[in-house]
């Protein structure tokens, strides 16, 4: 059974940092890609960022871009969100997603509060 | 960067009707288009991809099609289960947009 879990949230002031972590098991994950996707409770769906099996290939979306970055551990099954300069627009539960292009499994996700 | 749009925001409807909703590309994005299901407190659910693949489980009720820049998910004959939101999302190239969403509730 494919298991994504998020770690990681919590309060943080605004211009803060945050690293969130995601375990993957009961899948290959050295064969997959992966994606962070956000959503403010209530509200639409935001994909985050993205990136390939071996790490090579990441991309973001522009609201993010140059403040985040995506990374994986391939020897661990982790994937990783460093997350800089948080403003309050960043508020939200934060999931990981198997694939890139589209994502068949998520993880619950764990929820980012930027507030002073 | 392409923008994704998604009509109607919000539809009511009833047991055993037909519901179409439909999702526009600001740009031609081929095939590269995916389907999700989300309920209240749920996860997404991956419904469709390449704008007319049906997932593994998903019940044949579902379809969708297009090509380009516009494109459609339909469901035949609504289910009690199928009450949610639906989101389109471009499945190639950075960003991978989300449509801002339709919700199906109860006439």
Known sequence: EVQLVESGGGVVRPGGSLRLSCAASGFTFNDDDMSWVRQVPGK?????????WNGDTRGYADSVKGRFIISRDNAKNFLYLQMNSLRADDTALYHCAR??????????GTLVTVSS | DIQMTQSPSSLSASIGDRVTITCRASQNIGKYLNWYQQKPGKVPKLLISVASNLESGVPSRFSGSGSGTDFNLTITSLHPEDFATYYCQRAYSTPRSFGPGTKVHTK
Request: negative net charge; charged residues 5%; glycine residues 32%.
């Open chain 1, 44 to 52: 639409g769906l935001e994909w985050v960022s993205g990136i390939n």
């Open chain 1, 99 to 108: 694939g890139y292009g589209s994502s068949g499994s998520w993880g619950q």
